[in-house]
């Protein structure tokens, strides 16, 4: 009997857990550039192409974490960018994705802004899924402390098209 009562306990543990983590999920309105290939901006970005890079501020008193993310890859024609978050004890993910009704033939670099309120000051996995991320290169996930950095940037060398072609 105990190990049943044991049983039920784990398993309404877990549920709640998963619970908490659809509740902690939101979709947020995500500003973007324009495609940033094959135009001037791009030569004279402050960020290589090849680079993959999130720059984060930190308001403390608002709770507000304020994410741009510079040569994100996307469809050359999408019709909308957002993200969907998840905030959970420690980590924070950030899945952003397109909504394409007419996709063109080719991905491009953008720089997205986007904000995330409601941010306890303190330390975080910070994990950005990006749609487009080839398996040579490693995703954006870096370990932050709110406390301690309110303002970073976090950089990846990307190895794949379209952040080389």
Known sequence: ?????????????????ENMNISNKRT?????????????AAF?????????CIEYFYEPDSKLLSIKHYNAAFNCC?????AEIIIDSS????????KLLNPCKCNCLYDLNYEI?????????LEIIEPYLG???????????????????LM??????????
């Open 44 to 52: 004279l970005d402050s960020v290589k192409q090849d680079i993959d």
């Open 117 to 125: 309120s409601g941010v306890d000051a303190k330390k975080y996995t």
């Open 28 to 40: 947020i309105n995500v500003e973007h550039s324009s495609c940033k290939q094959f135009t001037e």
């Open 156 to 165: 990846k060398k990307r190895t794949m098209y379209p952040w080389l072609f």
């Open 78 to 82: 999408p019709n909308k960018i957002l």
């Open 91 to 98: 980590l924070i993910r950030v899945e952003e994705r397109e």
């Open 135 to 153: 398996n040579a290169d490693e995703p954006l996930k870096f370990e932050i402390d709110l406390n301690i950095n309110q303002h970073d940037t």
């Open 1 to 17: 009997m105990k190990q049943v009562c044991s049983l039920v306990i784990v398993l309404l543990l877990f549920s709640c857990n």
